[in-house]
Every structure is written in structure tokens, then in C-alpha cells.
């Protein structure tokens, strides 16, 4: 079990950083490298800058960084310099930070007067890597236009790289650069190859619309005097280019494009017009007309080229994924339908596969209208697509050897397209993938099993009536060659079979096959059938394999945290083998199950380290410990209703108040405590929902659900218990808007709600009443049973993370050690608050950082002795400071000062506290939380301190000269 012990310590350690070193000695470890005599020593030194910066990146650190490279790119060789050139374009996003802008550029810049032209070239690259920085310097400018005259090659390609990104930033370098670069391209003894590297600068010449004009105009001449392929090629995308950033040229673009593709003879001449067509559908499709989308049919009729016809069919579904998609013509005899018709069964899977993600582009479309006319071409778009569908997925199958699996993929996923917008069509998909799946293997199979998942997310339970075929499946993935593959085939089909089965227990079969499973494969990859098992409610057989591997691990904390795991999930299991209809054996295995989620809640505090702290983990289980708790308490309060009769006392005192509330008194306050206890755990859930910026929708849809089941007993209790009887409006509202089904944990849930809502409906028709009666305290139980009983799965951030982000704080000033901070009482202190968010390498985010909100409290933890009245006005006029400001982070950095004021003498207690604002306007309570001592003074207590500091001293001297004259005598 070596395997899962290291990939546990990969997760649990690594994923969240090593402990960190001090900023200031790593800076001074590599400027010691930098003033080695060794050059190996200095690269080393320069190439780990860029990891610094991405470690620290704070202002000053990256200041004080470049000027000690610079300064090596000044006096070092041109390999050094060249070292330079590559930090500096890996910390592209860093070079912002940088304050002495004036002091680092006179370093660089030094280098430009050298004999040698590698030198100049190396600087005119570095200065270009720069540009967003120095973008208006004119020197600079000077020196890229000089070398534009060198007759240096390697030079000449460096000032044409520099002017080319210092066009993309300056407008008065584009001014001054604009005819210097049509001489150039126009000039007989220029190299082809650099006029080509020059037009490409021309794309960004769009500062203001009369250089967008002149430049289109120049390049329009060029197209017509430089015929030449290679020239036709680069002009062509440099205008379009121009175009998309200037939008008003857009149709003469089109039309220009669609006038090459009609008169070219030449086959790469007309693929670029119809990339450049393309890239018009992506940024600008509202401009595309029926006589565009006509003039491509007319042109698919005089080509025989797969590659261009591929072309077309791109431009169409690019088109059928924006609003666009409206202009494309449904009627299934329109010359558009009639060519996507006949390239969708077409040899090349390229070209097919193209044709059907424009169909179900328009497809999705055209669902939403709602004439007969326009569901009878919904239906015969619906009907023709799913047969091309259902016969791709067999016979790229068959022919696996010459497919490539990114078409397969592409199949599946027009097919889950098409199945989350027209669910008419799933259990017809769902057959015939299972068939295919039958005859796949490696890749291809884990592509059908991840499909099949996606599909019947939104139906639990649709794949129940196929677990024998999938028993079968597993059966077959077992006896299949050893390897990577066959373990990623394993998972894949038992995860299927666990989703199959989530509406109902495992039966006997299938918990067969999957304890062979387990005993045929490696630590790491049984761990992962236990995180499936549990994600899915399977809670037995999840805390069976945990168990198994607690006893096999070789690390402390990785042995705790498998025994919380495993006993979470024995709580879970508790849970689902509950009997509604026995009381006493109900609240005995609700008991068991609180049980093990207090030990669970001890393991996970053992298995947390200060890399690894497992907050969300130990939050999560004892907000579950506690629901439990509040449902056994519930349930007592509703069974002392019948086993504990009211006090003597009750009937009189009911009947003379008139009040016969007073007869129940003693369940109506526990039912009332219950209540309060629900209450909380809504806030404690809520609060630990906003706290999950980087957890996976799922794991969200997941606390959402108990959160809303906290807020649904609630409301039951003060529906039954109320005198008014209201019901909750919020949740009528929440009943009545659609819901997200998408998702697993929202489509298990749904049903369970409509059920309460409705119980709890039938008894506020029938008894208006009080005081109590048998029948509400029914009503409270039946909500509770079923509230309990529910198929709950474990959060998938529980076991993993998918994102990772950090925002780290640095605040100024700050004082050594633990001394405050001194600030006179009538002085404002200006508290500077930097910060950086840094992210994980993961290509994919559920949520990005759009803001962040910055909140600074202050509390005065002891007041110095006062001295006056004002003092005391003082206190009562200003006792604490509270604001909030909001920041943009501009390459992940963000900064604000805020302006405190402390007019108590006294030690004051400043937190800052910070919350991150995602690109939904969704407030994340993610942190951290910092906290500064603040001292403040005036000239009255520093008097005080003094003379009691005086007195002091004069009384602890006293009894040492009596002791001398003691002993003198």
C-alpha cells in the first residue's frame, strides 16, 4: 500500500505548498548567486527569480528583484542578458509592480549604445518584453525606429519584434512608426521575409479609426500589388484583425473574403478566407446575413476539397453556437439543411461530426418555438440528428483504429448536448451507448462511461434496470490485460454502476463484482472506488474499503484521516438503514450514527497539519453531528407529547388565562428549542457555503440542499406550532421557480421536498386548531422521518479539491515582534493593505476572482488610565473604527489604504479581514484574517506612564538599602 500512502501525502502535504521560507533569505540566497564568479551560479540565480516572483509577489520584493537583474543584463554577457530576457517575459503580469520604472530602464537602456548588435538585439527584445511599462518613453521609441536601418539581421528582427509590441501599447509610437513601416514593405530591396513580419504589426495599429483607416488602405493596395501567396495570406488576416477591433468594417471584410473564396484558384488562399470567416462568426455574428450564410452553400457546390467543405461546416456551427443562430434557415428544404444533411453522413468524421454540432445547435434553438409549424421541424431535426448519432457511435467504434479518440469525444459530447436540451431523447441514448459500450475498450470506453454519467445526472436512478448488464461489464474490465488502462476502465464502469444504483442499496451481485474489483487492483486506485462509493451514498461499502486501508498505511496523519472517513461514512450508513415506523429503533440508530460522526470529527482533527488544516472537512462533519442531534431531539420533543402528560397545574392555568396553549406548554418549548437549533445550523451551513469558493458545483448543489433542509424543518415547526399558520413565502417562491436538475444532489432532493411541502399542506387544510393535536405532532415526525432518511452523499471537496486559491495579505506598517503600533490619539494612522490571489494550475475554474472586499475593524482591547473628561468624550464619540472598501486585483495584486483614527487612549485590537468577489457578484468569505495592536497616546498618559514608571522604580529600591543597613549593623 506504498502507492496510496504517497498519494495521500501528495493531496494532503504538496497540494497546498511546503511551509513557507522567509522572503527576505531566499532574495539574498539569489543575490549571492547573482555575484558568483561562476556563471553557472548566476543563470541558476536568474532563472529562479521568476518562481520568487510568483511566490512573493509583492511590490517591493519585485522592485528591489529587478533592479539586481537589470543591473547583471548591464555588465554581464550576452548569454546573462539573454537569461534577463526570459525572466522578464515569464513575469509578464509582474512587470506592473515594478516602482523605480526611471532607474531600471537606465540599466537596460545602457546597452543600446554597444559596438556589438547581439547585445542591441538582446536589449531591443527586452525592451519589447517590457513595452507595457515604458510604453511612452521616447528614447526607446528613438532607438526601435534607428534599428529598423540596421543592417544587421539579428538585430533588424529584434527592433521588428520590440516595434511590434510597442505598437500594441503606444499610440504616439504607432503615429511616428506608421510610414517608417509602409516605406519598408514598399521598398524593392527589403527581404521578403521581414515585409512579412512587418505586416503582421499592422494588426495592431488600431488606436483611433484614422490609423485603422490608413493602415486597411495601405494593405488594401499591398493585396492588390503583392499577388504572391505568402502575402495574400498575411494581408488577408491583418485585415481581418483590423476589422474586428474597428467593427464598422466588418461587412467589406466579409465581403472581400467571400470575393476571394469565389475567384482564388488557390487552395490555401481560400482555406485562410475561411478561417478569417470564422473568426468574423466568433466575434462579430450579428453581422452575418442569409446572403453570407448563401454564399458559402454556393461555394460548397464548386468544391471537391474535404478541407475546405471542413472549413465551411466550421464557419456554420461556430455560427449555430451564437445569435447568429436565429438567421440559419430550419426548413429542412433549404439549401443550408439540404448541404448539412449530406455532410453529416459524409466519410470524413471531421466533416460529419461538424454538420451534427450545427444541427444541434439548431436544434436547441429551434425548441424554443412553440408553433406547430416549428415543432413539426423540430421534431424532424430531432429525429434525423439522433439517428446519425446513434449510428456515428457504432461505427467510429468499429473503425477505433483509424478514429481518433478527440472525434469520439467530440461525438459523445454533441450527444450529451443534445440529451440535456431535448430529454425526450435520453432512455433512447442511454440504450444504445450501453450497447456500444459492451463492445469497447481503453479510451472508448472510458469516454461511454463518462457520457453515460453526464446524461443521467439529471435522472437519478435511470440505469438501475441495466446494473446486470453492467455487473457484466465489470465482469469483462476483470479478466482484460493488467495496466493503467484497465484500471481507468475499472473506475469508470463502477463508478456507473454506483450511479445506477444510487436510488437503491447495492444488491448482491453487484457487491460481489465490486469486492473482486477491490481485491484485483492497487491501494490508490481502491481508494478512489471509495470516494466514488461514498459520493454516490453507498456508505457501507465506502467505510469497508476505508477501513481496509487504514490498516495498510504507513503515516500518522493519512491513518487518521482514512478512520474519519471511514467512520463519516458508518454515520451515513446509520442513517439509511433507519425504520420510520419503529420510534424507539429509530432514534437508537440515529444515535449510532451521531456516534461515529464524533469520532470522525476526533480522527479529522488528528489528521489535520498546518499545511493541511481540513477546515471544510471538520466544519462539514460537525454541522452533520449536529443536524442528527437536532433531529433525535425533535423526535423526543414529538414523543414526550404522548408519554409525558402536562403538569397539574396546566389544566387551571389554561383555563383561567382562556389560553389553552398552556395545557402543551412543556412540548411547545422543546419543539420551540428544536427550532432555534435548525435556525443555527442554517446560519453555520450558509456560512460555511460561502466559505467553499473553490468547491466543485456539486459539492455547492450539496450544502445548498442541507441548508434548505434546515430552513424546511424550521418552517414546518412554526407552520404546525404557529397561532397564524402562515406558510413560508420564500418557499413557495423557491417551489415554484424551476430548478437546476442538472445536478445530482438537486434532482435526489426535489422529490423529497415536494413530499414535506405536501404533508405539511394536508395538515394546515385540515386542523387550524390548538392546542396540539395528534395529528401535528404527525405531521412534524413524518417531515422529520423522511428529512433524516434522506439519501445523502458526501460533498466531493470533501475527499479532493479541483481549485486552489489563496489570497495572501500584507499589511503596513507593522512593528517588530508583538509590539503595537505607537500613533498619537489625535493623528490618523494610514493602514496600507497589499495582497496577492494566487491560483492553482487547473485549466478549468468553477469560480474567478473578479474583486475583493477589504474589511477593517478596530477594538479597543485596554484603555489607558484617563485623565480628563475629554478623554472620556472622546471614548463614547469614537470607540471603534469600521469600513469596507472594494478592490479590482490587476494581475492577481491589489492594494487599498485605509485612514483610522484612535481617539482612546488605550491599546487598540485593528483586524483585517478579506472576502473575494466573483465575476457573479457573489460575495466568497474565503480570508484570511489579519490582526495589528495599536497603541494609542496622548501627552497626559505618556506623563502618567512616566511617573508611575518613577514611582516604580523609587519602591522597589527602598527595601534593598533598609536590607544593606540590616546588615551593616
Known sequence: MASVTARLTVLGDNLYGDQERDANSLLMELDKGLHSPNVGEQCEAIVR?????????????????FLKVAEVFKNGSNFLRLCVLQVTQQSQKHLEKIISVEEFLRRIYTVMHSNDPVARALTLRTLGSIACIVAEKKNVHHSIINSLDSHDKVELEAAITAASSFVARSRSFTSSICGKLAEMVESLSFPIMMKLKIISIFENMNCNLEMSQRVRSLCAEMLESHPSRKFVLALLHTLTKLAIHSLDTIPAQMELLLRYLRQEIRGAVKLSCLKNLCLLARHAPHLWTETHIAALCDFLKETTSEDLQLAVVTVWATLSKTVAVARLPSDPKSPLMEWCTRLSYH???????????MFVGIIVHAQRDKSSEGQQKFTYLLNGVSAILEMMLTLQLEEKFTTKRTNYVACLKSTAELCFACPAVVDRFVCAIVEVLQMASGDYAVCLCDCLSAITCMRPGLLYSLVPTIVKLLDSALTSANGHKRNLVLLSVVRLLFEASIVKSLD?????????????????????????????????????????LSTSISTEHNYFWLTALKDCCLGESFLQSVTPTDRLKFVEQMMKAESHYQKAIIAIKAAATPSNPLIFQAEYMQLRSKMIQSFVLAINACCSFQ?????????SLASATGNERHRCEHVLIQLSKCNEKFKNLQERFLSLYQSSFDADPSTLANLKVLLEMCQLVSHVMESVLSETQQTDKNLESDQDQPQDDTLMEQALWRPVKLQVMKILEEKLQRNNQFPLTHEDIE?????????????QCLPRYLFQRLQTTDVKLAISPRSAAADPIMVHNEIHLTLKVEGVI??????????????????????????????SSSSTAKVQDNPTNDMVQTVKAHNDYFSAQFILLFPTPGTHLVTIEASVIDRDGDVWKTGPKQSVLVKSYNEATQKHQVHFSSRTVSTTSRPSSSMSSLKLE
Not at 490508490?524 to 474499503?545: E, F, N, P
Not at 408519554?643 to 389544566?651: E, G, H
Open 643 to 651: 408519554t409525558s402528560p402536562p403538569p397539574a397545574i396546566a389544566s
Open 508 to 548: 448482491s451481485s453487484a457487491l460481489e463484482i465490486t469486492n473482486r474489483v477491490l481485491d484485483g487492483v492497487d491501494g490508490w486506485t481502491a481508494y478512489k472506488i471509495g470516494r466514488q462509493a461514498g459520493r454516490y451514498g453507498h456508505h457501507s461499502l465506502a467505510a469497508d474499503v476505508f477501513g481496509r
Open 779 to 791: 405531521c412534524i415526525e413524518s417531515a422529520m422521518y423522511l428529512l433524516s432518511c434522506w439519501h
Open 49 to 65: 527569480f521568476p518562481w520568487l516572483f510568483e511566490k512573493y509577489p509583492f511590490p517591493i520584493l519585485i522592485n528591489s528583484s
Open 838 to 867: 494566487q491560483t492553482g494550475s487547473q485549466k478549468k475554474r468553477f469560480h474567478h476572482v473578479d474583486r475583493v472586499r477589504l474589511f477593517v475593524h478596530s477594538l479597543l482591547q485596554s484603555r489607558a488610565v484617563p485623565v
Open 347 to 357: 466519410h470524413n468524421v471531421e466533416i460529419e461530426l461538424k454538420a451534427i454540432e
